[in-house]
Every structure is written in C-alpha cells, then in structure tokens.
C-alpha cells in the first residue's frame, strides 16, 4: 500500500499528515483555517486520496507558517508513499472550471523541484487565510515533493472560484500522475530513475 504518515515539528507549528494514496480511507482537515480545510478536502476528494491532516501554528501571527508548513509535509507524504515511482504514469494535467474561471494545474513527479504560478488573486483575505500564502503552498509542495507544478488562472473573478479551481486540478493531476500503469516497465524515464 501507497501510504505514509509524517510529523513535523517546529516553534512555529505541529503538522501531522496521514496519506494513502489508493483507498479513500477517510478525509479530516483541522488546521485551524477554515478556508485551507475546505480546499485540502476538495484536493482529496476529487484525487481520491485518504487524507488525516492535524496541524497547529502561530495562527496569532498570520496563516503563512501554518500554510506553508503543511504543503512541506504534504509534499514529503507524496514523495515517501511513492517510493521508486515504478510505472506510475509520472505526468498529469487538468483542467477545472469554477462557474466563471478556469484554472490548470500540470505535474511531472520528476525527482527535480520546480513551480510556475500564474493566478492574479486580487482579494487578499478570505476568511483568516491571506490569499498569497496559495503560492507558498504550491511551492512547498513542488520543492518537498521534488516535483514539476504549474498552476495557472486562465481566466476569472472571484477569488474563491480561483483558488478553488486550483486545489481541485491540483487533486485531479495528482491523481493522474500516480496512477500506476502496468505498461511501464520500471519508471516512466529514459533515465532509469525519478
């Protein structure tokens, strides 16, 4: 079975993440940010991912540490339970409308980090989650999980739909990628490794 568990601890926050990457074992969100538990539950349900996350941070300063700190830890579930990544299909794209937006998100599980963002998200506030702090999520991820994510706005205008639009590409390109395919001998790379 594709899973692992992780707990990181700093001064700043306590995250503990349980993920399985083939049974919908159950999803719970509690990280003390309404609007970062309702996109994690939307990017484990349309990925079909078992999801527990439990985190605590210095909400009393602002939702980065928290924020960022959990895509780290997300990111290093994905790249643990995934181990060797042989014959996992590597790459996923999707593409996910939200009434008047549109957003795409594309991954490579290439064993190398890198992050292009691109969604103008003009409301800075949603709730006690500063807006920004998206991006930093998506970054943590790529870099933990040394992976290739490109996220991208094609277009709209509330700022929820964008967002939204991105975790659940997100669950849907994830899903993809770590698909295993009986076809691929070994991993999918010229290289031999991922």
């Known amino acids: 079975m594709r899973s692992a568990k ?19 074992s159950g999803i719970s969100i509690e990280t003390g940010i309404g609007f970062l538990d309702h996109m994690l539950t939307l990017f484990a349900k349309h990925g079909r991912f078992g999801l527990v996350v439990k985190a605590n941070g210095d909400l ?12 780290i ?5 994905f790249k643990q339970a995934l181990g060797n990544k ?8 999707a ?25 103008d998200l003009e409301n800075q506030r949603l709730g006690n989650f500063e807006t920004e702090t998206v991006e930093d999520f998506f970054q943590a991820l790529a870099f933990s999980n040394q992976m290739n994510l490109h996220a991208t706005i094609l277009y709209g205008r509330n700022t929820h ?13 994830m899903r993809q990628a770590v698909t295993i ?3 691929i001998k070994g991993v999918n790379s010229t290289k031999g490794v991922i």
């Open 161 to 173: 739909h964008k967002i939204e639009s991105l975790f659940k590409a997100l669950g849907r390109a």
């Open 95 to 119: 593409m996910v409308p939200m009434d008047e937006t549109l957003g795409r998100v594309c991954v490579d599980l290439s064993g190398r980090s890198y992050l292009i963002f691109q969604a």
């Open 181 to 183: 395919n009986p076809a």
């Open 60 to 71: 009393e300063v602002d939702s980065h540490h928290t924020v960022e700190d959990t895509g």
């Open 6 to 24: 992780i707990t990181r601890e700093t001064k700043e926050t306590q995250i503990s993440i349980k993920l399985d990457i083939d049974q919908q």
């Open 73 to 77: 830890v997300l990111g290093e579930c």
């Open 86 to 93: 042989e014959q996992i299909e590597r790459y996923g794209t």
